[in-house]
């Protein structure tokens, strides 16, 4: 059972060359499944779809439920790994515009992934007198994005509600016993949340950073996980030849060694774009350091190809693209005749709205890889939770494995604090 498929045939790559990695691909394997219980390596993600804490699921549950019940609102504040991979999944499951009136729960708004005045402003525009609550999810406690957003939106609540109400309010992701708002959560009494040890933020999706904003806009969550589930089952062969998670990680290697250093991930689903977001910062940080890494970018089709489309078809040839296919739309719409065909488009009369989509990605495919830009395509059944849960899966651990094959750590991020640090000077942080 799989509701991914890969398919390599625009690739130019032949299944000869892929499998010339069989071995280094055995070792990797090997020893990301002997580590992934070592409590000092960031795996736990790998086995998080069995191994999750149900308890913590449940109170997860519980909460959301609560937040459903009492709130217009959920602000859920915070950056890269700890917003990115709840955003994603929820605009790819959620109606378009759930924010604006058609959602079936709380509106989500997200804050502190920016320093704007402006945005910051027109998010309390935004909730006026609305009931809200807050999720505030940081690993590590302290990064400086979100703690200034909670510092602003936690007095927004006190003086809202006052304080005993506004503790009722909050809910805290954070490192179960480190960090700046660990400690404000055990001394206000907040209900807290945690990010385990092992799962390092990117690959945090799966845990309580992703599940409880997912689990609030009505999301099933026990689906999602039954996908990955099936997702860790199905990529546990250590075997190339039939693991197309694994594929995926060594078809990219090659491109690289081809000089194709520019990966763009193409949807034809507005509904993907943030999770086109999510993967830009799962594969840009696992792999982007020790000057080497694929620049992971993306595109939303067929947008886009009134924009970018001109460059990837002439432009410079250091591109590839991989394409995320929905094979089944959730809903369709047929196109209708008309008598007067007046804008000549009668020849797609009868045709549905996604068969044209789906034309349309053909063509494109075609033209591209025409044009010296092979393309990767991925596979998904639907937008739902189980298909969801394993693509989230697939490209982690396809992540993990491309970032061994690169020679890199793929579980670190060293880079990240150099502008922290900058800016702390500026600021005129002590220490700095
Ligand atoms: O993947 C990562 O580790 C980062 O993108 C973090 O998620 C991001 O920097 C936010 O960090 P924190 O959760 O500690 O606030």
Request: proline content about 3%; glycine content about 8%.
């Amino acid at each position: 059972m799989s509701y991914i498929k890969l398919d390599y045939q625009y690739s130019n790559i032949p299944i000869e060359d892929i499998l010339e990695y069989k071995e280094e691909i055995k070792k990797i394997h090997n020893e990301l499944h002997e580590k992934s219980q070592d409590e000092r390596e960031f795996l736990g993600w790998l086995t998080l779809p069995t191994t999750y804490d149900k308890k913590e699921f449940e109170r997860i549950k519980k909460a959301a439920q609560k937040i459903r019940k009492d709130s217009e609102v959920l602000l859920c504040i915070g950056i890269g790994g700890s917003y990115l991979g709840a955003r994603a999944i929820i605009e790819s499951l959620t109606h378009t515009f759930y924010n604006y009136g058609k959602g079936n729960g709380p509106q989500i708004l997200y804050v502190g992934n920016n320093l704007s005045p402006n945005y910051m402003n027109d998010i309390i525009d935004m909730i006026g007198e609305k009931s809200v609550s807050i999720n505030v999810i940081s690993k590590s406690g302290t990064t400086t994005e979100p703690a200034i957003a909670f510092r602003i939106f936690r007095e927004f609540l006190e003086s809202k509600y006052g304080i005993d109400e506004a503790r009722k309010r909050i809910y805290v992701t954070t490192d179960k016993e480190k960090g700046a708002l660990k400690t404000l959560a055990t001394e206000e009494g907040y209900e807290a949340f945690v990010i385990p040890d092992n799962v390092g933020g990117r690959y945090s999706v799966l845990t309580a950073v992703g599940l409880l904003p997912i689990a609030v806009t009505g999301i099933d969550i026990d689906r999602l996980m039954i996908g990955a589930k099936i997702a860790e089952d199905k990529y546990k062969d250590d075997n190339l030849k039939y693991n197309e998670c694994y594929q995926y990680a060594v078809l990219r290697n090659i491109l690289y060694k081809n000089d194709k250093n520019i990966e763009i991930l193409v949807n034809y689903e507005p509904k993907m774009h943030y999770f086109t977001e999510w993967w830009k910062q799962l594969y840009g940080e696992s792999e982007g350091k020790e000057k080497k890494g694929i620049f992971p970018t993306g595109v939303d089709f067929t947008t886009d190809l009134h924009s970018m489309g001109q460059y990837i078809q002439q432009g410079r040839r250091n591109l590839f693209e991989t394409v995320l296919a929905v094979d089944n739309p959730n809903i369709d719409i047929t196109i209708k005749q008309d008598e007067d065909n007046l804008d000549g488009m009668n020849f797609v009369a009868g045709k549905t709205l996604d068969y044209v989509n789906k034309k349309a990605m053909e063509g494109t495919i075609e033209a591209h890889v025409t044009g010296e830009v092979p393309n990767i395509v991925i596979h998904l059944e639907k937008l739902e939770e189980e298909a969801i849960g394993s693509l989230i899966y697939f490209f982690e651990l396809s992540c993990a494995i491309s970032g061994k094959l690169l020679g890199v750590n793929p579980f670190n991020q060293p880079g990240v604090e150099e502008y922290k640090k900058n800016m702390f000077r500026l600021l005129g942080k002590s220490g700095y």
